[in-house]
């Protein structure tokens, strides 16, 4: 397995790449593709290893799904009520969003099931989801009265809540929204801030009633069936944020990224990197499937440092690690606040981002529910470790291309959880990446 990366320092980017699909979009259209009847097609699929979680669970439950090539799939769905009890533990791998989404779907089920995966996803929390399917009705349990995975879910009849989420989270959303599909009555959920929207827009796009009044949204059992979707998922966003970070960083730097999803309930770190001075241009814009896009065209400049908190940070949760790459670079201080949720990402995304900047010479505090940075610094190669987490790996490969001399990044292969080809992508803007099998243990 290639698990080990040598990027050499001081490599601006220059040229047009496009980045794979977006994760989000990609595990609800395989999702809700399944539960609507008849033929779904999707292309620019995210064949990474989260996405392929979700995949195996829905052929678990009995539904048929042709891949036509890596990133198209054709789906045979089974309707709501198609869906059949699987013979084994449901393996959600290292994807919460896998593991929170299908909690909601089976929830209201006539079978039972039980949903497992790595050491990593059985250490984050689950109780924010289980709490609100018991109040529902459901019978679903797990380790600690249910704070964590293995989750078991027998049959029941949910009733609808309303629930006023205590966190913004998509993936609480999203599950009570699905839950909210096989329940009695109607749904309400009330979110703190703006999470990501993509389940409301493409189950509403499919049919399904799930309104939206400003932060509160409904759901409720259909009374026709879901209709199939045809889609071409966006570029992710997420994705394309190390690379932005990357060419706003350096000023020869000139780069274009084509097609990549612009909901504004993801642009966080765009808005975010303008304010730091970057220079980032939306260019080409259309609609994909109820989702906006643009070409993203950056050019490397000065950033200067910012302060970040509020409601704002839940549109940029998965980019924090990065944007404290960014602030390594920004004249002045940066301050992100309010971003506790990072410390229950794959990693303790405070910890590992400002402990694996550090050795690089970043000057970078941690607090409670963020970080602070003051820079610019000219960060130095030297030997750093993914802890397992993909958005880490690809924000200190970031910090790699901004270093002086040349980085190793311990535990790499995760980059293929979310960006598959991150490092040919990198290749094809001419960045010397080197890739070495073997493994070294997190210290
Ligand atoms: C996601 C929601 C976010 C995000 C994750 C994907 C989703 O998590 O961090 O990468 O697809 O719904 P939370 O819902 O825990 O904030």
């Given at each position: 397995m290639t698990d080990i990366l040598t990027i050499r320092g001081d490599q601006p980017l220059k040229g047009q790449c496009a980045v794979p699909g977006d994760k989000s979009i990609s595990h609800r259209a395989v999702i809700f593709g399944s539960i609507a009847e008849g033929r779904t097609c999707i292309r620019n699929f995210l064949d990474g290893h989260d996405c392929r979680a979700t995949i195996g669970i829905m052929r678990a439950l009995g539904v048929s799904i042709d891949e036509?090539?890596?990133?198209q799939l054709e789906i045979h769905g089974v309707g709501l009520d198609g869906l059949q009890e699987p013979d084994n533990v449901l393996d959600c791998d290292n994807s919460g969003t896998t593991m929170r989404l299908m909690a909601g779907l089976l929830a209201g089920q006539t079978f039972m099931s039980v949903l497992n995966g790595t050491g990593q996803i059985r250490g984050r929390p689950m109780g924010r989801i289980v709490d609100p399917l018991r109040t529902m009705n459901a019978r679903i349990f797990g380790r600690q009265n249910g704070k964590y995975a293995p989750l078991t879910i027998a049959p029941s009849r949910l009733n609808a809540i309303e629930y006023p989420m205590p966190i913004a989270s998509a993936q609480v959303k999203s599950c009570l929204l699905l839950a909210g599909l096989y329940a009695h009555g109607l749904t309400i959920v009330r979110q703190p801030g703006p999470a990501r929207d993509h389940t409301e827009r493409m189950l509403g796009a499919m049919g399904a009633p799930v309104t939206v009044l400003g932060n509160t949204i409904h759901s409720e059992r259909p009374q026709t069936p879901l209709q199939p979707l045809d889609i071409t998922i966006p570029g992710d966003i997420s994705s394309a944020a190390f690379l932005l970070v990357a060419a706003s960083a350096q000023p020869d730097s000139k780069l274009t990224i084509v097609n990549?999803?612009?909901n504004s309930t993801r642009t966080g770190i765009v808005d975010a990197l303008i304010e730091m001075g970057a220079d980032i241009l939306r260019k080409d814009r259309s609609l994909q499937g109820g989702e906006p896009l643009a070409s993203l065209v950056v050019s490397g400049g000065g950033l200067r440092g910012t302060q970040f908190g509020g409601e704002r940070i839940v549109t940029m949760i998965d980019e924090l690690p990065v944007l404290a790459v960014a602030a390594t670079q920004a004249q002045g201080r940066t301050v992100v606040r309010d971003a506790q949720e990072l410390r229950v990402k794959e990693t303790d995304r405070i910890a590992t981002t400002v402990s694996e900047l550090k050795k690089m010479g970043a000057q970078i505090q941690e607090t409670a529910d963020g970080f602070i940075v003051d820079g610019p610094t000219q960060l130095s190669g030297t030997v750093v470790d993914s802890h397992g987490d993909h958005r880490l790996a690809m924000a200190l490969a970031v910090a790699s291309l901004i270093a002086k001399g040349e980085t190793t990044i311990y535990?790499?292969?995760?980059?293929?959880?979310?960006?598959?080809g991150f490092e040919s992508t990198l290749r094809a803007l001419n960045v010397d990446v080197q890739e070495t099998d073997g493994t070294k243990k997190n210290d």
């Open positions: 036509i090539n890596d990133t990549v999803g612009i535990n790499a292969h995760v980059t293929a959880d979310s960006f598959p």
